[in-house]
């Protein structure tokens, strides 16, 4: 029989935090970022039925990078989580910081007991009545949990893209603003200067959904045209 | 949630909100358990809904009482709810089983689009409650059944269409018009004579707070319309741009104009 080599507990966690981060890094970013009109969820994502960005709950969404199929379980357990906690105590009871903490706890199990850590980086953000409300975590492959500020950006090249957006970043900025500034740090990367509207995917939790349409649920999914419309908005 | 595992969460993988519970919460489920024998202790009851189809859409109403034995459990009880952006159900039967049914059923078909990132199709959605209808079966036959009725917009023929259920959960599908509960056969009479194929919206509305009238007038079970602490019914619309309650003040005017028109015919019966 062959006898296992030792490796330290440390060594064993830094092999698969690279191994993860290099998982991560393969993929295009995402930016979320607080605005005047609510939460703006912005990725690279050429596929437009393969999401990076999506609903949880009513004022709850979810952005992603890293590897599909481990961020979209992710996803669809995080629904079910909400349903299951709207339904047996009141849509209220659902808030962005218990699904982080759940979250948290499950990448960080999967870090330490699985095989493989998860290739994710995730971002939870639930929209509040007012900006001070609004709520933006983030959440890595170890199960590390941040509260952020403003905005969040994940993926490849996250510190060059966070740096466009925080150069731009204003409280006041208009959906359409956040959408052009998530946009033009996008491409910091790229040789062109700006991307094409369809080779973006954008969702926007809104401020005051009730209102303005009606319905409790904040998530709104912004078309092609829309993105693009959104964009082309430059004065 | 318990075991994250990516393989343990793909078996777990299910589109169904109610299969999620029944696996992993089945307590949750407004169905699902044995009742020990002995007499059912009076429970309110809702009572009539009314459906029609018009160009265009669908639209439901219900009355507000709700009964227990032969006294007046609530004035301002609400039968008809939305289910989701394009279809709404009305339920007659036990109140507090319809309620959590109707609760079990949006949270379905939320979490459907949710999951699936497109909306069930009205079929779908059809048989999604009969399946629930049918898992309340146990409890119908000690006396707590529920009888929805499900009206929505089909997006794939662009018409409104309607369903009336058995205890079984057995679908039907209605034609131009249908009511369930207690007051359901005078509700009937009044919807065949007033139904046209060609009414509009406003008139939709009209002929449904009429039928819902008559079925007040005969049965003790259905509440009229209530001037005094200004009590409409409910009513829902659903056309292609979505489902909509009619206002208040829309439905004042034309519960208004009715009870003047039947005031001023002094008819007895």
Known sequence: MTQQFYVSPEQLMKDR????????????????????????????????????????????????????????SLRQAGVRYADVRGYSYDREDVTARGLAS????????????????????????????????????????????????????????AEQVAEVVAGGWKADLSLAGALRLAVKALATDKDVDALPGTAVEAAVLDRSPESGRGSRRAFRRLRAEEITQLLAGEA | MQDPAAGHLATQATSSFTEHLQRSRPELLPFNQVLPAGQIPPV??????VALSYPGGVLMA????????????????????PADDYSVLGIAGTAGLAIDITRLFQVELEHYEKIEGTLLSLDGKANRLGAMIRGNLPMAMQGLAVIPLFAGFDQAAGVGRLFSYDVT????????????????????????????????????????????YDAADDDSATGGPDPVRQLWPVVYTVTRAGARRV????????AGSIIESRAAAGREA
């Open chain 1, 102 to 157: 759940v979250y948290a706890q499950s990448l960080g199990a999967v870090f330490t007991a699985e095989q493989k850590p998860f290739e994710v980086e995730l971002a939870v953000a639930e929209v509040g009545h007012t900006q001070v409300e609004d709520h933006l975590y983030r959440l890595t492959f170890d199960g590390s949990i941040a509260d952020e500020n403003g905005f969040v950006v994940m993926g490849g090249l």
């Open chain 2, 44 to 49: 309110p009851h809702a009572t009539t809904i």
């Open chain 1, 17 to 72: 935090a690279d191994f993860a981060r290099k998982g991560i890094a393969r993929g295009r970013s995402v930016v979320v970022i607080s605005c005047a009109d609510g939460i703006a969820l912005v990725a690279e994502n050429p596929s437009p039925s393969l999401h990076k960005i999506g609903e949880i709950y009513d004022k709850i969404a979810f952005a992603a990078v890293g590897k599909y199929n481990e961020f979209e």
């Open chain 2, 169 to 212: 959960g057995g679908r039907y599908e209605e034609l131009e018009h249908h009511s369930v509960g207690s007051g359901s056969v005078f509700a009937r009479g009044a919807l065949k004579k007033l139904w046209r194929p060609s009414l509009t919206e406003d008139e939709a509305v009209a002929v449904a707070v009429e039928a819902l």
């Open chain 2, 62 to 81: 219900g009355d507000r009482r709700a009964t227990m034995g032969n006294v007046i459990a609530s004035r301002h009880i609400e039968k008809v709810f």
């Open chain 2, 247 to 254: 206002s208040e003040r829309e439905l004042a005017t034309i």
